[in-house]
């Protein structure tokens, strides 16, 4: 089992910027892709970015590629997704999630744990 727990969600302007952290405990963490997911209110979760569990592979979804950045340290248990210039279309219920089997993915049925979200408010 996995438990995870995201923070450092608000309210922030556009073109502001947010880091979020998820701190991960149970199974051994530096095994696990992670990702991280949004979803906004009537609309279905989508993907955000994922890294590998050495940290050194990440990719991201289009409408965020260059504007976040996902990062992970193994000996504290965390991850990191860094969100600069944020935009309105960015405001979600951002979620952190575990994949044990895999080197990360987009499908979120592909992940096993998630979190229980932070909120991301930006505004115009």
């Known amino acids: 089992q996995v438990q995870l727990v995201e923070s450092g969600g608000g309210l922030v302007q556009v073109g502001g910027s947010l880091r979020l952290s998820c701190v991960a405990s149970?199974?051994?963490?530096?095994?696990?892709?992670v990702g991280w997911f949004r979803q906004a209110p009537g609309k279905e979760r989508q993907f955000v970015a994922a890294?590998?569990?050495?940290?050194?592979?990440?990719f991201y979804a289009d409408s965020v590629k260059g504007r976040f950045t996902f990062s992970r340290d193994n000996a504290k248990n965390m991850v990191y997704l860094q969100m600069n210039s944020l935009i309105p279309e960015d405001t979600a219920i951002y979620y952190c999630?575990?994949?044990?089997?895999?080197?990360?993915?987009?499908?979120?049925?592909?992940?096993?744990?998630w979190g229980q979200g932070t909120q991301v408010t930006v505004s115009s």
């Open positions: 890294i590998g569990y050495r940290g050194s592979m990440t």
């Open positions: 999630a575990a994949d044990p089997s895999g080197p990360g993915s987009s499908t979120p049925s592909f992940y096993d744990y």
């Open positions: 149970g199974r051994a963490f530096s095994r696990l892709a």
